[in-house]
């Protein structure tokens, strides 16, 4: 009995003196909270400037060893977590719809600003045909490389992607193929296209690129990517023609795949050669389903159809087919110089049979175009609208 006293004693000697100790840490008050006691509660990372809906979105910091933090958007919990051992916390959760999101961090007692989200759909526009062939060129080279674009470049600059088809071969290099249009221009007409247009990605696959032959394509190839423009529908050999371009915006990651169903003999890629990407119903498949393993929504641009017919074709039709049903959201179409219809085959999926013309030398219906604005997400295409362009010459010009 007496040793049990004994333990009793020393142990209410130990309490107190751990609450006196605890008491004058905190200046004597004898009121500190668990959350005084606990480590600071912090926000480390920072927001990007913006996400796409349906874009992942990361918060870290520092609370109290395992304790559980939550990530609240205007009052709403999205995400919780149990921070480390050493306190470190990183909250995830992916965007929704379009507005802007107050982002606050509570471990249930305390509450730390970690600022305001915009969501926001990634905006993307695509034109038609561009080549500095014909009047292009001498022009650009009397009134400089921003000439064709003075009228357009603020529009296509504003867009988050922009998209066209470079219907030209960029070299000094080669002959002329034996055929009845053969375009070329100069490696100083590229770089306005990115600095001041704003271009992200140019396909090649059509039925000029290889104008002047394999060498004057590389050399297109060479001039563009050291402008910073990335290239689809053509590569040095059929792999590298067939291989995605990917754009990263408002965290999503958007894949842009090139075609061409208008083929001049030896235009095509081989497998040790040098040329364009031939549209082909397995390797859409194929190269679609790749794509959407590395990228969010996959777009498809295809050149094809009859020139000065706006409508589709069924060959035209199957090509969309083959697309879409391997998962892309948006199909673009060139070749027929003039602009014709957009369909929506499904809720989150479009089509654009021919953007027509851009900047090329035009005259009647081949001088009617358009920019064509759309608005993509996570889930693929969620509106869209035609801009009205007219060509003067060969440039263009919002209505």
Same mark, same amino acid.
């Given at each position: 009995?007496?040793?049990?006293?004994?333990?009793?004693?020393?142990?209410?000697?130990?309490?107190?003196?751990?609450?006196?100790?605890?008491?004058?840490?905190?200046?004597?008050?004898?009121?500190?909270?668990?959350?005084?006691?606990?480590?600071?509660?912090?926000?480390?990372?920072?927001?990007?400037?913006?996400?796409?809906?349906?874009?992942?979105?990361?918060?870290?910091?520092?609370?109290?060893?395992?304790?559980?933090?939550?990530? !609240?958007?205007?009052?709403?919990?999205?995400?919780?977590?149990?921070?480390?051992?050493?306190?470190? %916390?990183?909250?995830?959760?992916?965007?929704?719809?379009?507005?802007?999101?107050?982002l606050v961090v509570t471990d249930g007692t305390?509450?730390?600003?970690?600022?305001?989200?915009?969501?926001?759909?990634?905006?993307?526009?695509?034109?038609?045909?561009?080549?500095?062939? /014909?009047?292009?060129?001498?022009?650009?080279?009397? @009134?400089?490389?921003? %000439?064709?674009?003075?009228?357009?470049?603020?529009?296509?600059?504003?867009?988050?992607?922009?998209?066209?088809?470079? /219907?030209?071969?960029?070299?000094?290099?080669?002959?002329?193929?034996?055929?009845?249009?053969?375009?070329?221009? /100069?490696?100083?007409?590229?770089?306005? $296209?990115?600095?001041?247009?704003?271009?992200?990605? +140019?396909t090649l696959a059509n039925n000029h690129a290889?104008?002047?032959?394999?060498?004057?394509?590389?050399?297109?190839?060479?001039?563009?990517?050291?402008?910073?423009?990335?290239?689809?529908?053509?590569?040095?050999?059929?792999?590298?023609?067939?291989?995605?371009?990917?754009?990263?915006?408002?965290?999503?990651?958007?894949?842009? $795949?090139? %075609?061409?169903?208008?083929?001049?003999?030896?235009?095509?890629?081989?497998?040790?050669?040098?040329?364009?990407?031939?549209?082909?119903?397995?390797?859409?498949?194929?190269?679609? @389903?790749?794509? $959407?393993? !590395?990228?969010?929504?996959?777009?498809?641009?295809?050149?094809?159809?009859?020139?000065?017919?706006?409508?589709?074709?069924?060959?035209?039709?199957?090509?969309?087919?083959?697309?879409?049903?391997?998962?892309?959201?948006?199909?673009?179409?060139?070749?027929?110089?003039?602009?014709?219809?957009?369909? !929506?085959?499904?809720?989150?999926?479009?089509?654009?049979?021919? +953007?027509?013309?851009?900047?090329?030398?035009?005259?009647?219906?081949?001088?009617?175009?358009?920019? $064509?604005?759309?608005?993509?997400? !996570?889930?693929?295409?969620?509106?869209?609208?035609?801009?009205?362009?007219?060509?003067?010459?060969?440039?263009?010009?919002?209505?």
């Amino acid at each position: 009995m007496q040793r049990l006293l004994v333990a009793a004693a020393l142990a209410v000697f130990a309490a107190v003196g751990a609450a006196a100790l605890l008491l004058a840490l905190h200046g004597g008050s004898g009121t500190a909270s668990a959350a005084e006691r606990a480590a600071p509660l912090t926000v480390t990372s920072h927001l990007p400037g913006w996400r796409a809906p349906g874009a992942p979105v990361s918060v870290s910091g520092f609370a109290g060893g395992e304790t559980r933090v939550q990530l !609240r958007a205007n009052g709403r919990v999205v995400a919780s977590a149990v921070s480390g051992r050493l306190g470190a %916390y990183t909250l995830r959760f992916v965007t929704k719809a379009p507005g802007r999101l107050r982002l606050v961090v509570t471990d249930g007692t305390r509450s730390r600003p970690a600022g305001t989200l915009v969501v926001r759909r990634v905006q993307l526009d695509a034109v038609g045909d561009i080549t500095f062939g /014909e009047e292009v060129g001498p022009a650009i080279a009397s @009134h400089g490389g921003a %000439y064709p674009w003075t009228f357009v470049a603020p529009t296509l600059r504003a867009a988050d992607i922009t998209t066209g088809n470079l /219907e030209t071969s960029v070299s000094t290099r080669g002959a002329a193929a034996v055929k009845e249009y053969t375009f070329r221009g /100069e490696p100083d007409d590229l770089p306005a $296209l990115r600095d001041l247009a704003g271009f992200d990605v +140019l396909t090649l696959a059509n039925n000029h690129a290889v104008d002047y032959g394999r060498d004057a394509l590389l050399d297109t190839l060479r001039f563009a990517h050291a402008d910073g423009l990335q290239t689809i529908g053509a590569g040095a050999n059929e792999a590298q023609a067939r291989r995605p371009a990917l754009v990263e915006a408002g965290g999503l990651k958007i894949a842009f $795949l090139g %075609y061409s169903d208008v083929n001049p003999l030896n235009f095509n890629a081989t497998a040790t050669s040098a040329g364009t990407a031939r549209a082909d119903l397995d390797a859409i498949a194929e190269d679609v @389903h790749a794509a $959407l393993r !590395r990228a969010d929504v996959a777009v498809c641009f295809f050149h094809w159809g009859v020139e000065l017919h706006p409508d589709p074709d069924s060959r035209q039709q199957v090509f969309a087919s083959a697309c879409l049903n391997a998962g892309a959201a948006l199909v673009l179409g060139a070749h027929p110089h003039v602009l014709g219809p957009v369909t !929506r085959p499904g809720p989150r999926s479009l089509v654009a049979w021919t +953007l027509g013309n851009f900047v090329f030398p035009s005259s009647g219906a081949t001088a009617r175009t358009a920019i $064509l604005h759309v608005e993509l997400d !996570r889930s693929g295409v969620r509106g869209y609208r035609l801009q009205p362009v007219t060509i003067e010459g060969f440039r263009p010009h919002p209505d």
